[in-house]
């Protein structure tokens, strides 16, 4: 059950009522009065009735979409609306009144179920040289083509400037003028819809960008009591903490109904801390999934963390939070190690194949062992965690940008090696997410970048990532956040995706995709049936999937020369795929097509490669 709010049922914001008239409702319990103050088409103030909790309200005539306004606090200062739906004149103008209406197309659509998603985050502003929404849409097909069941988008709450990842979001209500606004996500989410793709939108709830918060003149929305990495924490548990849970919850089911977004991706939940009974976590999982029924939609929440904790997926009645599928770190940083052999920072902690075959046993590798890069003790087991329940990569957003130089898988491994890591990510029985541009090997870096235009902030900004790679050796200096080459350079370049072995590896990762669709074990998530075992002398990943008489055998070797004999799991098994076959121009150190033995046989791999196999009766053929 969600929060109720009996004085304050309707939106928080600007509501357009129909009859040129519109309401307003604003929570700003550090102020005596507030007024809404028009300033376009025309200059009008509209005191507002204080009605009690700190809420003030009211009914403005004549006020119609489009028109631009801000509230007046105290006669004094003048603020855009925190519940803003749209900011065209950035983060520190007006704010616009927007009619909600939609010709939606997809009142068909009930969702994507979560053991079929397969997750492709973006950004928007380098995903074309555009950068916005509309110019998105045309390449939905070619995703779906793919294989994508679901595109995630990084966030889209109106930020300082034109340029930033979307973490310095100030507006959690408004979409980014610079992307289009409003209009042009519900014409990219009902785009995706027609195209039976889910759209995850990636939302900050643990902070707000330094520029443009303006929500400490109206409230307590923030507390001094804990701290995060990016600025303060948001008050989910202190005095008047019922008020900012309502605005943030609100804020989900505002992108859940008014956008149809069928899943929520929840930015680095461990820095939200709120030891009440009821966590803001829960109460949020709650509210989206009683809205998700009343909608008839698939719709799931899916918590960020680097702290290893299944609560975050757990039931509420066995002691958890009830979202739905968490990021599993482990797994990226085990398959990292093992492909580049890097051993900086977090990277120290990872050790050889068995920490992958721990992660595909399991799902998270610490689960309450020391971590020599923490210092401490992480984790805890996520034996009982369903497979489905955890999201697993090669890249990602993150762990691409927050190297020194933005660099990509494609500038660290050889051609066998990004066929490698595909494979041991699509093969395993998780959620899996691919970052913009891996599925063709994208050459342009990913680097963070900002257009704040305070230049202590800007300063600020480049001392601090500066920090953040203090614990890493790598080289080579950093491109300049502020710097507009910064992001021009992060832009992806589609024409590769039609060239050599850029249109090779799209291919494999289509095949794969595709195998994993259509192979009878391969469309179950369930670690229990699952065999893993590891050979650390060899560098070799074995794993048997499904049940008798329909199992997959694959064989992942992560070594530079090749493999000694391995053993073979008895049956006879037919190939699927091979990375060291010609298609893939592979080195061809050819496996049989069909291999079967009364016992276990044995195997030899090419170096960095590896092969998928069937039990002749787990095939389906197209």
């Given at each position: 059950m969600g929060m109720t709010f009996p004085q304050v049922p309707e939106s928080l914001g600007a509501s357009v009522l129909g009859g040129n008239r519109c309401r307003f409702l604003v929570w700003a319990p550090r102020v005596k009065q507030v007024d809404v103050h028009i300033v376009e088409p025309r200059d009008l103030l509209l005191p507002m009735k204080a009605i009690g909790n700190g809420y003030f309200h009211t009914v403005g005539e004549g006020v119609i979409p489009g028109a631009l306004y801000c509230y007046r606090l105290d006669g004094e200062k003048e603020r855009p609306d925190p519940a803003s739906r749209h900011q065209p004149q950035g983060v520190h103008g007006p704010s616009e009144v927007i009619d909600d209406r939609f010709e939606w197309t997809d009142q068909d659509w009930r969702g994507v179920s979560l053991e079929n998603y397969v997750l492709y985050e973006l950004h928007v502003g380098t995903f074309t040289s555009q950068g916005t929404f509309d110019a998105i849409v045309p390449r939905i097909t070619t995703l779906k083509d793919l294989g994508i069941t679901a595109i995630e988008i990084m966030p889209v709450a109106q930020f300082p400037g034109n340029r930033n990842w979307g973490y310095d979001g100030v507006f959690p209500y408004a979409v980014q003028e610079s992307y289009g606004g409003p209009g042009a996500l519900k014409r990219f989410v009902n785009s995706c819809h027609q195209q039976g793709i889910a759209v995850v939108l990636d939302v900050v709830y643990n902070h707000l960008g330094p520029e443009g918060n303006y929500l400490d003149d109206y409230g307590p929305y923030f507390t001094d009591r804990y701290q995060t990495p990016w600025g303060p924490a948001i008050n989910f548990d202190g005095r008047g903490s019922d008020e900012t849970r309502r605005y943030f919850i609100d804020n989900a089911l505002h992108w859940v109904g008014t956008f149809h977004i069928d899943g929520l991706r929840l930015d680095a939940v461990h820095a939200i801390v709120d030891p009440s009974a009821r966590p803001f976590l829960e109460e949020l999982g709650a509210a989206v999934h009683s809205k998700a029924e009343e909608l008839g939609r698939k719709i799931f929440v899916f918590p960020e963390s680097d702290s290893n904790d299944p609560r975050l997926v757990k039931s509420q009645g066995s002691g958890g939070y009830g979202l739905d599928a968490v990021w599993n770190d482990d797994f990226h940083h085990a398959l990292h190690v093992l492909l580049t052999g890097e051993k900086e920072g977090y990277y120290q902690d990872f050790h050889g194949v068995e920490h992958l075959a721990q992660a595909y046993r399991e799902g998270f590798v610490y689960s309450g062992q020391y971590s020599e890069f923490r210092g401490r003790r992480q984790g805890n087991s996520s034996k009982q965690v369903s497979a489905r329940r955890l999201v697993v990569f090669a890249q990602n957003h993150d762990q691409v940008g927050n190297r020194r130089l933005g660099d990509r898988?494609?500038?660290?491994?050889?051609?066998?090696?990004?066929?490698?890591?595909?494979?041991?990510?699509?093969?395993?029985?998780?959620?899996?997410?691919?970052?913009?541009?891996?599925?063709?090997?994208?050459r342009a870096p990913f680097s963070y970048f900002v257009s704040h235009r305070d230049n202590a902030l800007i300063e600020a900004v480049r001392q601090g990532r500066k920090r953040e790679f203090a614990r890493f050796a790598w080289r080579g200096e950093m491109p300049d956040p502020q710097s507009e080459t910064t992001f021009l350079a992060s832009r992806l370049n589609w024409d590769l995706r039609t060239q050599g072995q850029h249109q090779v590896l799209w291919d494999f990762y289509k095949e794969l995709i595709r195998l994993r669709k259509t192979v009878p074990a391969l469309t179950v998530l369930d670690k229990n049936r699952m065999q893993v075992e590891s050979y650390s002398d060899q560098n070799m990943l074995l794993v048997i999937r499904g049940q008798l008489p329909r199992r997959t055998f694959a064989a992942f070797h992560f070594g530079s020369r090749d493999s000694e004999q391995v053993p073979l799991?008895?049956?006879?098994?037919?190939?699927?795929?091979?990375?060291?076959?010609q298609r893939w121009e592979g080195k061809e150190h050819h496996t049989p097509q069909i291999l079967?033995?009364?016992?276990?046989?044995?195997?030899?791999?090419?170096?960095?490669?590896?092969?998928?196999?069937?039990e002749s009766s787990g095939i389906v053929r197209e």
């Open positions: 898988l494609t500038h660290l491994l050889t051609f066998e090696q990004l066929k490698l890591a595909a494979g041991a990510l699509l093969l395993s029985p998780f959620i899996p997410l691919l970052f913009m541009g891996e599925e063709y090997g994208e799991p008895a049956g006879r098994w037919e190939k699927l795929l091979d990375s060291a076959d079967e033995s009364s016992s276990k046989g044995q195997l030899i791999l090419g170096s960095w490669t590896f092969v998928l196999f069937a």
